[in-house]
Each structure stands twice: as C-alpha cells, then as structure tokens.
C-alpha cells in the first residue's frame, strides 16, 4: 500500500470552490442600500442542497434577484462653506477638521455604525476649502470699493536668514500696514513697510489694491489716524493718493486721536516732558505707576454727562474709565473698583493715563490732579464715548462741536492751551472737507 500523487483536478476543483466561497462572503460584507427597482446578479444553487452549501462550478447560474438591504454607506453630497470658513479662520488643518467634526457628530448620534453615510473625509474637507478660497477670490476681484480704511503697527516677525550656508531663524520689529474695505470693515490685505514715509506707504497701498480691484473709478474716501504722515496737506499719504487718482476725496480721521490732543497737551503743560517710554518728569506723571497704593479719601465730586452705555461692549480701560467717572461724579466709590487695575501706563495709550489720573485723584488732594481729573470728567470721557457710541461719519462735525463746548468752563489759562491745540485741529479738518 502506498500514497498515490496528487489529484490535480480534484485540487483545483476545491480551490475554485473555496475561492467562490470568498467572493460570495466579501460581496455580502459591502453590499449597500438601493432602490427597490436596483438589482444585481447573484449566485445561487440549483440543487436541492441546503442554502449554507456553495454549490460547483459546473452546477451554477445567474438569475436577476433584488438586493438585499445592508450598512448603509451612501456619500455625503451637502456643502460645508461654513465649516471651510472656519477652518481658515481657526487656522487648523484638514486632518484635524475631520476629527473634531466626525466627533462632533457621533455624539450627537449622527453617524454611528450602521449608518456611515453623514461622515466627512479628508478630502471633502480639502475640495470645499478650495470652493471657499475660489468663490472669496472671485467676490472680491467684482467688488466695489468705495471707503479704505488703512493703520500701522510694530509686530515681532519671525524671518529666516542665512549664515556660512545655515539658515537661521530670528526675530525682527516691522511697521506692518493693514487696510479694510468699509462699511462691514471686511480685510484687504496688509504690507510690511521698511520706513514710515508717506510715499512708501501709498504706493505700497495702491499696489495692493491695484492687483484686487479696479478701485480708481470707485474710491471716494480714505480713513486713517490723524497723524502728520497720513495727514500731511502736501505730499501725505491721502494727498498723495489724490494726486495719484488726480482727484479729491473725503477724508474720514480718527476722532478718538483727535480727543487725546487737547488732554495730552495739558498734561504735558502741567508735569512737562516724558523722561521713558512710560514715565514722566513731573510730579503727577512719577506717582501714576504707584496709584494704587494711594486710599480713597474724601475728595471733591465734579458733575459729568455720561450717556448710559452697556460696559459689555468695551474693552476693559474704557470699563474702567467709564465706572470711576460714574462713581466720582456722586462722590462714592466702591472697595472693588478701588483695587481694581487701571491699565498698563504707556505713552500711546492716553486712556490708561487718564484712567491712572481719576485713581490718584481719590487718594490724594493735589491742586493739579484736581484740574486734570476735573478735565477728564467733564471733557475727555464724555467726548470718548460719544464718538463711541456715535460712531458713524455722519456724527463727527456733532462730537467735534460737543468736545469744544465742554471745554468752555476752564479758566483763562488753560482754556488757552486747550483751545490752541483745538484751533490747530479743527483749522486741519476744515482743510480736509473743503480739499
């Protein structure tokens, strides 16, 4: 007795039949959820052997049957502008994206494991993203500019710079341009500028919205600080921008600048010059870093106009501001508003010195801190939240009338000096409207 060779034809006979078996589990695995009229070719037996047995090769044949019912797995065709939006706005990648929404998701029982069709892949978050950026590029190269707003700032930027062949990475200080499009304040673009000239900043402006838009025809207003190199009668950035137009335009300046000249200039007439970038030389200006260590002692209340406002909205000096005129004008204020912080002192943040002042006046009883505060009571803060409040174009030549009213009560010497600084202003504004 002895072991024959292999059969072949029964060996592959058997491989055919197990492999028919794996094509028919996988197909069962995906099938999906169609219409009732769909249909599909299935495998079945037409022998009478049980529906668990596969039959052979030779003893099959194809029918038409209606498919069965199983995960459903259909794909998601809504749109997802907002959550593309988002994505920029946030600045997260796509991979994350498809996290935190997938997440998001399944805790509200959107998706689960019988029904995957609502879950979002990388890639649909990619295609709507470049659906988003495409439409965005094709509003604004259509839309119509008619008001630019442009301002500066210092920014710490990373910059890559190269050494015996290494490249290395540093930070430097840039005087970066930003420009909004109003109304709706919606952002252009921004530039990075080597000097604060005027001719380097309008012709980098119009290069910006040059390559945007087609705005020579539309512009009809520029907004912008009241500054000498943006508001300069010859050769400033608007009037520059005039002569490259080769027609006027209406200038909207920062009245909230405007309202700091006349309180700046008589502080610097009462305590002299800066001796830093947040210390002064005279008497008041050294305490103002130290104004809390001052107590509430009896001082004298100076009546103010405040309109109501809701403190929600502002930012937390003019919080701040708003509650200790509110309080000095009765002549109470509260334990918490006297610890409470006034505000880092630097110079171009004239709100926190005013805010520094009002603290020093109710710990101390100086005859000049009596004339400041009684200044920014009934002059300084009443005309910074009207402008706040009334912020609009149309309601400048009122908060400019009201600024110059209040400041009719002081006395001979410093109504010279506040109304020489207004005169100056208002004599530069003039010039704007009729230019």
Same mark, same amino acid.
């Given at each position: ?15 055919r ?18 219409p ?34 199983g ?32 997440a998001?998701l ?11 069709s ?11 993203r ?10 604004d ?11 500066g ?31 709706d304040?919606e ?73 700091e000249?006349?309180f ?23 305490? *103002?870093?130290?104004?809390? @260590?001052? =107590?509430?002692?009896? /001082? ?5 106009? $405040?309109?109501? +406002? ?13 509650q ?49 505060a ?9 005309t ?23 400041? *009719?009560y002081?006395?001979? @010497?410093? =109504?010279?000096?506040? /109304? ?5 202003? $208002?004599?530069? +504004?003039?010039?704007?409207?009729c230019?």
């Amino acid at each position: 007795m002895y072991i024959g060779s292999v059969d072949n034809v029964m060996t592959q006979s058997i491989q055919r039949r197990e492999a028919m078996k794996r094509m028919y589990d996988d197909f069962m695995k995906k099938s999906v959820c169609r219409p009732s009229t769909s249909s599909i070719q299935m495998i079945v037996s037409t022998s009478g052997s049980s529906s668990t047995d596969i039959p052979d090769e030779d003893e099959i044949r194809v029918i038409e049957t209606p498919l069965r019912s199983g995960k459903e797995t259909q794909k998601r065709r809504g749109q997802l502008q907002n959550l593309a939006s988002v994505c920029d706005r946030t600045g997260i990648s796509d991979r994350s994206a498809v996290f935190i929404v997938n997440a998001a998701l399944l805790d509200l029982n959107v998706i689960n494991t019988d029904d995957s069709s609502k879950v979002i892949d990388r890639s649909k978050i990619r295609r709507e993203r470049k659906k988003v950026s495409k439409h965005l590029q094709y509003a604004d190269s259509n839309k119509i500019i008619t008001v630019i707003y442009f301002d500066g700032r210092k920014d710490n930027t990373f910059v890559m710079t190269t050494t015996n062949n290494t490249a290395h990475r540093k930070t430097i200080t840039e005087e970066h341009i930003s420009l909004l499009s109003e109304p709706d304040s919606e952002y252009i673009g921004h530039f990075s500028i080597d000097s604060v000239k005027s001719n380097t900043i309008e012709k980098s402006t119009v290069d910006v919205l040059e390559m945007k838009f087609e705005f020579c025809s539309s512009l009809v207003a520029m907004g912008c600080d009241g500054t000498a190199v943006n508001t300069g009668p010859k050769n400033g950035v608007i009037d520059l921008l005039q002569k490259h137009l080769k027609r006027p335009l209406q200038w909207f300046v920062c009245l909230l600048h405007a309202n700091e000249l006349p309180f700046r200039h008589l502080f610097s007439s009462l305590e002299g010059t800066t001796t830093g970038s947040n210390s002064f030389s005279g008497s008041i200006g050294k305490r *103002l870093d130290n104004c809390l @260590d001052f =107590k509430v002692e009896a /001082f004298e209340p100076f009546p103010t106009e $405040l309109l109501g +406002l809701n403190t929600d909205l502002l930012s937390s000096d003019q919080k701040y501001m708003y509650q200790m005129c509110s309080a000095i004008s009765p002549g109470t204020v509260s334990p918490n508003l006297a610890i409470k912080d006034p505000g880092k002192l630097t110079h171009p943040r004239w709100l926190t010195c005013a805010n520094r002042i009002l603290r020093l006046y109710i710990g101390t009883a100086m005859e000049n801190f009596k004339d400041l505060a009684n200044f920014i009571i009934k002059v300084y803060a009443p005309t910074w939240f009207d402008i706040k409040t009334k912020s609009s174009c149309k309601y400048g030549p009122i908060n400019v009338f009201n600024m110059v009213k209040r400041c *009719l009560y002081l006395r001979d @010497d410093l =109504k010279n000096i506040v /109304f020489k600084t207004v005169q100056k202003m $208002l004599f530069s +504004l003039i010039q704007k409207i009729c230019c």
